[in-house]
């Protein structure tokens, strides 16, 4: 049998992703191997993705996104799926059979599904929650988390309007609940950085949530244990749900 179904992830760089090992373990066992593959597509520019797309064009079927072209893609879409458009990224592309391209957002249902079945979620969600970093991933973790009905603090290293600084949130930390980390800090191989916040300010009332799943322990949630925070999620529980949601927008 001959491919005749190509996925997968587009992003620079991608070293640090496990999305090949998890869809190509995911075609053995459904025992579509022979037929459907799954690639890393490593591009510079995003440009790229229209050369990438016109090679494979007869083939490919999907892509996942990642860093750093969540937006960046979003204008050489040919359609964007509402929910995608209100939260301002993609990370999930079909590709029709005439060529043509929807976007989608899988990492808000992967985000949404794991906090809001973890044991801790009653006991920080009427606090605040704090999302570090307003890139792709953190708008996406913003829409999920107001949608379930939080008060969203927007933390920045230069805040602009409706954000805050790290030097704002140190001194509010005591009305917080649920802190998640949604910037690339502590992913391999820089696996000794951390977000800046001041981790003294940390007790049981705080949760720790890291998008991060490469360490699966990172530097931030260690800290966090440290410090007796009241518990931490690691990222790749999320990683596995916006996977799935993304397999099922494919296949619909």
Not at 4 to 14: F, Q, R
Not at 80 to 102: H, L, M, Q, S
Not at 156 to 180: F, H, K, N
């Amino acid at each position: 049998m001959a491919i005749s179904h190509v996925y997968g992830l587009l992003g620079y760089p991608l070293g640090h992703s496990f999305s090949k090992k998890y869809f190509t373990e995911k075609f053995e066992t459904w025992g579509l191997s022979e037929t459907h593959r799954y690639e890393q597509f490593e591009i510079p520019q995003i440009h790229d993705f229209l050369t990438l797309k016109s090679e494979h064009r007869a083939l490919l079927k999907g892509l996942n996104v990642t860093i750093p072209y969540k937006q960046q893609i979003m204008p050489l879409l040919d359609e964007i799926d509402p929910a995608a458009a209100k939260i301002g990224a993609v990370n999930t592309i079909k590709i029709y059979p005439d060529g043509k391209t929807k976007g989608f957002n899988t990492d808000y249902w992967g985000f949404r599904q794991t906090v809001e079945s973890w044991d801790a979620f009653p006991l920080f969600k009427s606090k605040k929650a704090v999302v570090l970093g307003q890139g792709g991933a953190a708008k996406a973790i913003i829409a999920a988390l107001e949608d379930l009905g939080m008060d969203v603090w927007k933390v920045s290293r230069t805040p602009a309007e409706g954000q805050i600084s790290y030097e704002d949130l140190a001194a509010a930390m005591d009305e917080v609940g649920l802190i998640v980390n949604a910037t690339p800090l502590g992913m391999y191989p820089k696996i000794d950085s951390f977000p800046p916040i001041d981790y003294s300010l940390l007790n049981n009332q705080h949760y720790l949530y890291d998008i991060v799943y490469n360490p699966l322990r990172t530097a931030f949630l260690e800290k966090g244990i440290a410090q007796g925070v009241g518990g931490v999620y690691e990222g790749l529980d999320m990683l596995h749900g916006q996977a799935d949601k993304a397999w099922e927008i494919w296949n619909a």
